[in-house]
């Protein structure tokens, strides 16, 4: 007979498989059409822009299904086998894209003869890149663990996890009260900004696929693996502000970590969100969101730049009114002023125009938050 710890061992290490797909393979391999319109190449870069990109596409996916169905007042099963559909779509083009491309996608260019490495291909250059490189990588994964190791709550995170759970257990979509178990309509009370902002739902989701309870995945997974997400979009923003200089962009990613570490001066601060919760929706559109909006900044801010960054603007757009009314908010915001600042720069209307297109679905979020 086996033994009830190694039953538990076994389910352990089946729900973490689960998760390292739901967080980490089917966001990269998604991902492989940004890589491929982006033309990032391969190795770490492509990788880390396979991850982002992907996963912000899942979350835009999440959006496109979750607010008609919660409307709706669907179940959750309805909801997933929508959005597993989605994301099947998805998966075949990718693997197109692979079978078509993946010479090219997965290609890593190899140093010609007499070609310096990146960053200068000095000896000393190279220690240092190294060293500055594990520190990173310890601070990184030190505050990826912590928070996944040692839960911490604040006030917001009852509602949150009630909604969940009712989400599981009931299988329906915020039709039942967080704080009396009550039959509520979606324009009831707080509930209504969660009807165009659903990131609950869309952890209810990962919670039924996974089979964890909502309280377990909140608490002791998602921060692990969305920490290493945030630090990805900073891992790119870095290279993409010092180029092939390494040990730079390790320094900076020191520097943001420090920043993360010492930042709990109130419970507003990135460092906050990042850290403590950032299970929520509004968290990580602080944490990632809007990192990743600035990092497409820097790109598009070429004056030879790729097209596709433009079109993941949309994306990123959609995905940013799935987190939080923060997020359906401060989107528009920022790409209004970016298109200001890029107009500046290169006089090109058309360019400018098609920026603050991307604010077009948070407006129409929006406006169905206002008079839906």
Not at 130 to 148: D, E, K, N, Y
Not at 160 to 180: G, K, L, N, W
């Amino acid at each position: 007979m086996i033994s009830q710890s190694t039953g538990c061992w076994c389910m352990s290490v089946k729900g973490m498989l689960m998760l390292c797909m739901l967080f980490v393979v089917v966001p990269a391999f998604t991902g492989v059409i940004w890589v491929r319109l982006l033309r990032t190449g391969g190795g770490w870069n492509g990788f880390l822009h396979a991850w982002v990109c992907g996963f912000v596409t899942i979350l835009a996916a999440g959006q496109l299904v979750l607010v008609p169905f919660v409307a709706m007042q669907q179940t959750l099963t309805t909801a997933i086998m929508c959005w597993k559909i989605v994301l099947t779509v998805l998966a075949v083009i990718s693997f197109y894209l692979v079978l078509l491309h993946g010479q090219e996608l997965f290609r890593i260019r190899s140093l010609k003869k007499g070609e310096k490495q990146e960053g200068g291909g000095e000896r000393s250059a190279n220690y240092w890149t190294a060293v500055f490189g594990v520190l990173a990588a310890v601070l990184i994964l030190l505050q990826a663990w912590v928070p996944a190791r040692y839960e911490h709550s604040d006030d917001d995170d009852a509602r949150f996890v009630a909604e969940e759970v009712s989400a599981v257990v009931h299988d329906t979509m915020y039709q039942d009260s967080p704080i009396v178990a009550d039959f509520m309509f979606w324009n009831t009370g707080e509930v209504r900004k969660d009807l165009t902002s659903p990131w609950a739902m869309y952890v209810a989701m990962n919670c039924r696929i996974s089979g964890y309870a909502p309280a377990v995945l909140s608490h002791s997974y998602l921060p692990f693996f969305l920490i290493l997400l945030c630090y990805a979009v900073y891992l790119l923003l870095g290279r993409s502000l010092f180029g092939k200089d390494m040990e730079k962009v390790f320094v900076f990613l020191i520097l943001i970590s420090v920043l993360h570490l010492w930042g709990y001066t109130s419970t507003h601060t990135l460092a906050s969100m990042l850290l403590l919760r950032i299970w929520q929706g509004k968290a990580v559109c602080a944490g990632f969101i809007l990192p990743v909006f600035f990092y497409v900044f820097c790109e598009v801010m070429r004056r030879k730049y790729r097209p596709g960054y433009i079109a993941f603007l949309y994306v990123a757009s959609v995905a940013s009114c799935l987190l939080s009314g923060i997020g359906i908010v401060t989107a528009p915001i920022i790409l209004f002023l970016y298109g200001l600042v890029d107009y500046v720069c290169h006089r090109k209307w058309r360019k400018t125009f098609a920026i603050w297109m991307a604010a077009l679905p948070c407006a129409v979020f929006l406006g169905y938050y206002l008079i839906g």
